[in-house]
């Protein structure tokens, strides 16, 4: 049978799902994916992601491909997906791309954002779900300066969760990107690499709040890109307020735009 190659770019409230990855008895983005897919398209049909993003992670630029049979065009898939998925899931794009396209290995880098509320206003229940309300003092001097330390080619075995990649992996990330922003009612950090590894933006995050609260120096950040384990680094920042913005691919995998 004929077939295209398609990526959705996806939004979805992660509060609702066990994380991407596909669990028995669990409740999650790719399953549900799937389930659509697989009642449009008559056959089961995987779903693959960028990556995988842990419960409670939302999405706002999520990349997933699949392969489905010719007849569905990329902007056809969209809108009949849209009319059966769940309310916290939504397609915002989709693309024809060409067959060599992978969704996690084709991709240059993947931008993630994670809020931070310090306003009173932070604790509202329209807030709270998608931001980490923080009362206490955070110099934004300290939390820029651990996070241009953050910038380049290093090992982040120490922000990661032990093993979740394999050994042999060197567990390095290229940094493009690493800031943290003041915006009306609390702070954004923004991040973007080729690749990152488990709990590694949330580690990231709990540490550089521990340097801006002045708990730690924000040269603990140099220690902890040279050494081989995570058991200096501070617990990750919790789940719900980091989003998964954007993943890019080159150019020259998209057929059209539809």
Known sequence: ???????LV???????????QRQPGERTVQGVLETAVARLC???????????????????????GVRVPEKWSASALRRSMNAILPDDVWIAAAFEMRDEFHP????????????????DLASSP????????????????????AAERVKGRHCFRAFAVKG????????????????WRAREGGLTFEIRADRFLHHMVRFLVGTMLDVGEGRRDESVIDDLLVQQ??????PPAPAHALFLDRVEYPADLYLRAE
């Open 126 to 145: 329209f807030r709270r779900k998608y931001e980490l309300v923080w009362r206490k003092p955070l110099s934004l001097d300290r939390l820029s300066a």
């Open 1 to 7: 049978m004929l077939s295209r190659s398609v990526q």
């Open 10 to 20: 996806l939004h979805y409230d992660g509060a609702g799902f066990s994380g991407w």
């Open 164 to 179: 979740t990649a394999p050994e042999r992996d060197d567990h390095r990330c290229t940094i493009s990107l690493s800031a």
């Open 229 to 234: 384990d995570n058991s200096q680094v501070s």
């Open 42 to 64: 008559g056959q089961p049909l995987t779903v693959i992601g960028a990556g995988r993003t842990d419960a409670g992670v939302h999405a706002r630029g999520q990349a997933a």
């Open 104 to 119: 996690r290995y084709s991709a240059v880098s993947r931008s993630y954002s994670y809020l931070v509320g310090t306003d």
